[in-house]
């Protein structure tokens, strides 16, 4: 088991926004959590990623235990570079200022004379010619398919094993959509442990192995995908009957 998340509550202020959340992610899976808005997905991955509040809650119970070590008192900036676990965040959040290029660049900083670096980043450009062809244009300046792009390649210059994706086809035209799926199917094949936080949850279902249900801050239905696609309270709720 690669990642287990156990009893886990955490707290924004006061206010609770999950009660004692259990799931688990083994090496080389795709898993989901599916779930309205406020169910507590995007609290889960930032979590995960030990970002402080206000950005993310307080955890006042349970643990998150990465290869079974704890990250509670792992530091942020130690969870990408150390633990190699990358998120991209619902909005992408790129810099806008800076140049396709400068965007993944900056993303390799923990790695310094890293040789991988180049054999990375034309990786990414194969994933993604679209940003080989504007590698020095600002990112500002990119449409919205183009800057989701650029997020998760981003994401993957870090050398990350495990990547956390929130709503990565939120804003996104439903070719290309698609298109971001089919990629993340393919980095999963070569390895890649792959959590996605997604609104189209049909889509996110037919590309992972195993999902999760969320409401409220707990989990309410989970199992295989074919299962939970099949399940008619899952597909009356989140699947559009």
């Known amino acids: 088991m690669l990642l287990s998340i156990e009893n886990l509550y955490v707290k924004y202020g006061n206010i609770e926004a999950l009660h004692g959340l259990s799931f688990h992610v083994n090496e080389g899976e795709i898993v989901t959590l599916i779930g309205a808005n406020g169910a507590g997905k995007s609290t889960t991955l930032k979590s995960i990623m030990r970002l402080p509040p206000p950005e993310a809650p307080k955890v006042s119970g349970g643990d998150i235990l990465f290869k079974g070590k704890s990250l509670l008192n792992v530091e942020p900036h130690d969870v990408v570079s150390k633990l190699h676990i990358a998120l991209v965040p619902e909005g992408r959040h790129i810099f806008g200022n800076l140049t396709v290029m400068e965007n993944l660049m900056l993303a390799t900083y923990a790695r310094k004379n890293d040789p991988a670096i180049s054999r990375d980043l034309e990786r990414i450009f194969d994933l993604f010619p679209r940003l080989a062809e504007r590698r020095t244009q600002r990112s500002d300046t990119l449409s919205g398919g183009e800057q989701q792009m650029l997020?998760?390649?981003?994401?993957?210059?870090?050398?990350?094993?495990?990547?956390?994706?929130?709503?990565?086809?939120?804003?996104?035209?439903?070719?290309?959509?698609?298109?971001?799926?089919?990629?993340?199917?393919?980095?999963n094949r070569e390895g890649l442990t792959i959590i996605v936080v997604e609104q189209n949850a049909r889509l996110a279902l037919q590309v992972a192995s195993r999902g999760y249900v969320l409401d409220t801050g707990e989990i309410v239905a989970q199992g295989p995908s074919d299962a939970l696609l099949n399940d008619p309270e899952v597909k009356k709720a989140y699947l559009g009957g």
């Not at 997020?151 to 298109?179: I, K, Q």
Request: aromatic letters at 6%; hydrophobic letters at 50%; proline letters at 5%.
């Open 151 to 187: 997020a998760v390649g981003r994401a993957l210059m870090t050398s990350c094993e495990v990547l956390l994706l929130d709503e990565p086809s939120m804003g996104l035209a439903p070719l290309l959509m698609y298109e971001m799926f089919r990629t993340l199917k393919e980095l």
